[in-house]
T-cell receptor
Framework: GAVVSQHPSWVICKSGTSVKIECRSL??????MFWYRQFPKQSLMLMAT?????????EQGVEKDKFLINHASLTLSTLTVTSAHPEDSSFYIC???????????FGPGTRLTVT | AQRVTQPEKLLSVFKGAPVELKCNYS??????LFWYVQYSRQRLQLLLR??SRESIKGFTADLNKGETSFHLKKPFAQEEDSAMYYC??????????FGAGTRLFVKA
């Protein structure tokens, strides 16, 4: 089956710094990827749709200047949390759909802790 | 409005008992619905999709358009079924929205 990886799996950063999270489709190409945020014991909140070669589409209430998304190739999307604050601490998950299916393949997630 | 509702945050059953995880949806078009599962310390993965009408790990789900429901059922729960279950609706453009999730706890 399709595999999606994320790096790093966990990261701790200081308040005010920026941190980049990578999402890769390992054995298939993904023109579209999705970024979610998951709070403890809560559902996934869709943050944005990452589109290869064009601007990301952000969901209502998500600050595009804070959560920068770049989809530079058909296998890589990055999420950069800029000027991180403790309230940005969360579990960030990416997914990619397989082109012939409506199914989403999920990465393992990245736990971000901002101190 | 496009919405997926899972009314139960937590469902606790004994091993061997039947289990039903409820899911209701709101969608103007013809829905494509899924159940995803997240086991402890594992990534989210697809459990089943309504279009394939398959049974995975003993779970089945029937789409009821009249009641706008897609409940997940299993006749005899196993301890290894303990996990977080998400009902999901494909809304086009490969975009999927998820319900709040139901944590299933199967007691020995």
């Amino acid at each position: 089956g399709a595999v999606v990886s994320q790096h790093p799996s966990w990261v701790i950063c200081k308040s005010g710094t920026s941190v980049k999270i990578e999402c890769r489709s390992l054995d298939f190409q993904a023109t579209t990827m999705f970024w979610y945020r998951q709070f403890p014991k809560q559902s996934l909140m869709l943050m944005a749709t990452s589109n290869e070669g064009s601007k990301a589409t952000y969901e209502q209430g998500v600050e595009k200047d804070k959560f920068l998304i770049n989809h530079a190739s058909l296998t890589l999307s990055t999420l950069t949390v800029t000027s991180a604050h403790p309230e940005d601490s969360s579990f960030y998950i990416c997914s990619a759909p397989v082109s012939y299916s409506y199914e989403q393949y999920f990465g393992p997630g990245t736990r971000l802790t901002v101190t | 409005a496009q919405r997926v509702t899972q009314p139960e945050k937590l469902l606790s059953v004994f091993k061997g008992a039947p289990v039903e995880l409820k899911c209701n949806y709101s969608y103007s078009g013809s829905p494509e619905l899924f159940w995803y599962v997240q086991y402890s310390r594992q990534r989210l993965q697809l459990l089943l999709r309504h279009i394939s009408r398959e049974s995975i790990k003993g779970f089945t789900a029937d789409l009821n358009k009249g009641e706008t429901s897609f409940h997940l059922k299993k006749p005899f729960a196993q301890e290894e079924d303990s996990a977080m279950y998400y009902c999901a609706l494909f809304t086009g453009g490969f975009k999927t929205i998820f319900g709040a999730g139901t944590r299933l706890f199967v007691k020995a």
